[in-house]
C-alpha cells in the first residue's frame, strides 16, 4: 500500500485489525493518525504508546478512548510535551495529576490546575502556589468550587482575581458560559 492510502486508513477505517497493522507502519504521520483514530483499538494504542516517535505518543494521550493504565505510563514520559498533553485529559487518573502537579515544568503544573478531572483537594492546594498562571489556571477550571473561586477572587494577581470573579458571578447566577 501506498502512504496515501495508509494515511486514509488510518485516519477513517474501523477495523481494528487494520489499525493495528498500520500502528506498526514505518511512517510517523500514518502512526499519528492511528493514534488518534477513536477507533484505535487498545492493542493498537499499547504499541503506540511506546513508539519512538513523541508525537505518535502525545497523539495516543489525546485519543479520548485511551485507558487510564496508558495515561499512567505515558505520564511518565520522558517528553515533556507527551507529559503535558497526559496533564490535560480530563480522563486522567487523579493521583496521575497529583504527581504532575509537582512537575518543575509550569506548562504542565499549568495544564493540571485546569483540568476538569483534577481532584477538589488539589485544585485547593494549587490555589496557594506561588505562580500566578497556575492559579490562573485553577481559576479557568470548570470543576472549581464557588469556595476556591471565592478565595481567588481577592488574590494579589489582577488577571487570577478578575476570573474568578467572573467565573464566580456566572456560576452563582446560574449562566453556563464562562
Known sequence: MDMN???????????PRILLDLAKDTNKHVRVEVAEN????LDALDVLSKDKSEDVREAVARNKNVPP???????????????LTVASVASTP????VALSQEDD???????????GTPP?????????N?????????YNPAASSDILTLLANDRDL????????????????????
Request: hydrophobic content about 40%.
Open 121 to 129: 483537594d488539589l485544585l485547593r492546594e494549587l490555589v496557594k502556589n
Open 131 to 139: 505562580d500566578w498562571i497556575i492559579r490562573l489556571g485553577v481559576a
Open 94 to 97: 487523579p493521583d496521575v495529576l
Open 159 to 178: 488577571s487570577v482575581s478578575s476570573k474568578a470573579r467572573k467565573r464566580l458571578s456566572s456560576l452563582l447566577s446560574g449562566e453556563k458560559c464562562s
Open 5 to 15: 492510502n495508509n494515511l486514509s486508513l488510518a485516519t477513517t477505517s474501523k477495523n
Open 38 to 41: 477513536p477507533c484505535a483499538p
Open 69 to 83: 493504565n496508558i495515561l499512567v505510563v505515558l505520564a511518565q514520559d520522558k517528553s515533556w510535551y507527551v507529559r
Open 106 to 116: 509550569v506548562n504542565i503544573r499549568e495544564a493540571v490546575a485546569s483540568n476538569p
